[in-house]
């Protein structure tokens, strides 16, 4: 994966090592705030918390806030014991609706880092 998507790859490796230091067992904000600061250690650019238009024929008045979206990519941070299919499919909407190409779920959930790649 590292020559196909450098960028899922360096996300990827910065939430495990906010995974390896914190472990499972917190709540998703902490996780968040975490990787927040390991992305800037690692000069990775990322905006927080961005509202992302959705469209159905035209845009709608509601949108979609990301908890990340680094290289263009959305980052969803999950703190669930399993992904299930609820959390593959809100990614992929999103990425339907908003026309970003890529995204990634990570999960600090369990006691391994389980992450999900998406692309349109």
């Known amino acids: 994966m590292t020559d196909q998507d450098p960028q899922t790859y360096a996300i990827i490796g910065a939430a495990m090592e906010v995974h390896a230091e914190l472990g499972h067992g917190f709540l998703e904000k902490v996780y968040h705030e975490a ?6 250690t690692r000069v990775i650019p990322f905006q927080r918390e961005c509202e992302l238009p959705i469209f159905y024929r035209e845009r709608l008045p509601c949108v979609y806030r990301a908890d990340l979206i ?4 959305i980052v969803e941070l999950k703190a669930l014991s399993r992904l299930s299919g609820t959390e593959r499919s809100q990614v992929l909407n999103y990425l339907k609706a908003s026309g970003v190409e ?6 600090f959930g369990s006691d391994r880092l389980p992450y999900e790649r998406f692309v349109l």
């Open 35 to 40: 990787l927040i600061r390991e992305l800037g």
């Open 70 to 73: 680094c290289f263009g990519i």
């Open 102 to 107: 890529r995204g990634l779920v990570l999960n």
